[in-house]
């Protein structure tokens, strides 16, 4: 019998399916963080002012480590059991669930954790499990997650998150946002609701 690595793929495994969780599932500027931090700073800001990147110093000054600061600040007020769900996600969420393993894959901190998992259990039961990577301001972790997963497709908000992921062979959907305007990378695919992912899924897988 010859020996060596192979890599199995049995008949009945299901695809794999990445998503990411702030922008994609859930608002957390416009339904969490910005209405938090307006409040004490007496500042408006608003999703639409986000537009350079999801990077927030290279949108509205300081810098990242001051917003950083400022999340975990907001996660220690409590803020992520707060936040909402993306229109129709939960709904398209549920109709992937039955196609492929669908695995939240986000670049929050190891920190909050538990409260990413007791908000995604809430709404989003049919995610098979969340990862969390500390990877906000770092590059590759989530191209990484998703090799490890053996995921074929990640749906993402963030055009950088976007480019790692397909230079690993990674195909993308993209959840249009103002931040990820302009011309996109072969292999990523922009849509403007969850109502277009399941199709354009089943058409990737
Ligand atoms: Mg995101």
């Not at 707060?82 to 986000?106: F, K, P, S, W, Y």
Request: glycine share 6%.
């Amino acid at each position: 019998m010859k020996s060596g690595i192979i890599r199995i793929r049995l008949p009945y495994m299901r695809p794999i399916v990445a998503t990411d969780i702030d922008e994609v599932l859930v608002p957390f500027l416009e339904s969490g963080f910005f209405p938090w931090y307006n409040a004490r700073n007496g500042t408006d800001y608003q999703r639409e002012d986000v537009t350079r990147s999801y990077r927030l110093h290279e949108n509205l000054g300081n810098t990242g480590e001051y917003w950083v600061g400022q999340m975990r600040l907001f996660f220690l007020d409590g803020g992520l059991r707060r936040l909402g769900v993306m229109d129709n996600a939960q709904e398209m969420v549920a109709q992937l669930a039955r196609i492929a393993d669908v695995h939240a894959v986000t670049a929050r901190p190891v920190e909050w954790h538990e409260d990413t998992m007791t908000h995604m259990n809430e709404h989003f039961p049919q995610v098979r499990d969340t990862h969390s990577l500390e990877a906000y301001l770092a590059h590759g972790k989530k191209a990484q997650k998703c090799l490890e997963l053996d995921a074929r497709v990640m749906i993402e908000d963030s055009k950088d998150y976007a480019r790692e992921c397909v230079d690993a062979g990674v195909q993308v959907i993209l959840m249009d946002a103002p931040w990820n305007q302009g011309a996109l990378p072969s292999g990523v695919y922009r849509v403007y609701s969850w109502r277009e992912i399941p199709a354009l899924v089943r058409r990737l897988l």
